[in-house]
C-alpha cells in the first residue's frame, strides 16, 4: 500500500434553464455555457480537458384538477460540462466563479492521480517484498526451511484507496474551500515457495 497525492480533478458542473418555449430554453443554457466556458478560459483549463457530459431538454407538465390529462407549459434545458483541471490551486476559485456566473448544477467532483504508473508499480514492489517477509516467517514458525519460489502472480489490479488526509485548495476567501484528501494504491501478490530440506 503506498500513499500518494492526488494531483488532478475532474468537476461536472452545468446550467439549467426553464422557459415558455424549447427553443428560448436552449438559447438560455447556450448562454449560459458559453459564461462558464470563458471561466475555464480565465482559470487555463484547455479545451482538451473540457466534455460535454450531458445535454437536456425536457417538457414541463402542468395538470389542472379534473384534466384527465396535462398540457405543456414550458421546456427545461439543461447542459453539463465535465472539466479535468489539472491545476488544484484553482479549482476552488474555479467552482466559486462558475456558479456565480451561471452555473446553478454541479453534480460532481473527483479528484484522481494523473499518472498512477509510479504509484502502482512502488505497491506492487512492496507488495512483493511484504510477501517474501511474511513466507519467511512462516517458514520460521513451522520449523521449516523456506525453498525456491515457485510460482508468483498478480492478485488483481491495483485499487486506489481514500484517505482521510485533508489539504484545503481555496487560495481567496470567497472561494469553495476544498479538500483534495490523499489517495492509496493498494496491490495484492501471490507467491508460492517450496519447502526445502
Do not use: C, H
Not at 427553443?23 to 470563458?38: C, M, N, P
Not at 445535454?55 to 414541463?60: A, E
Amino acid at each position: 500500500r503506498v500513499a500518494g497525492g492526488r494531483d488532478m480533478a475532474e468537476l461536472t458542473i452545468g446550467v439549467a434553464k426553464d422557459a415558455r418555449r424549447a427553443d428560448e430554453a436552449l438559447d438560455a443554457v447556450a448562454d449560459g455555457i458559453a459564461a462558464l466556458f470563458i471561466v475555464f478560459d480565465a482559470a487555463g483549463i484547455e479545451p482538451r480537458d473540457r466534455r460535454t457530459s450531458a445535454l437536456s431538454l425536457q417538457p414541463r407538465w402542468e395538470r389542472s384538477s379534473g384534466e384527465a390529462t396535462g398540457r405543456i407549459v414550458g421546456y427545461v434545458a439543461s447542459n453539463q460540462v465535465t472539466v479535468r483541471v489539472r491545476d488544484l490551486n484553482v479549482l476552488g476559485n474555479l467552482i466559486s466563479d462558475t456558479v456565480g456566473d451561471g452555473a446553478n448544477r454541479l453534480s460532481g467532483l473527483q479528484f484522481v492521480v494523473a499518472d498512477p504508473a509510479p504509484l502502482l508499480r512502488e505497491a506492487r514492489r512492496l507488495a512483493v517484498l511484504d510477501a517474501k517477509d511474511k513466507a519467511a516467517l512462516y517458514a520460521e514458525t513451522a520449523g521449516v526451511v523456506l525453498g525456491d519460489l515457485l510460482s508468483i502472480s498478480d492478485g488483481g489490479a491495483a485499487t486506489p484507496l481514500g484517505g482521510p488526509m485533508m489539504a484545503e485548495m481555496a487560495m481567496r476567501s470567497d472561494a469553495m474551500p476544498i479538500a483534495e484528501g490523499e489517495v492509496d494504491m493498494r496491490a495484492t501478490v501471490s507467491m508460492v515457495y517450496a519447502i526445502g530440506e
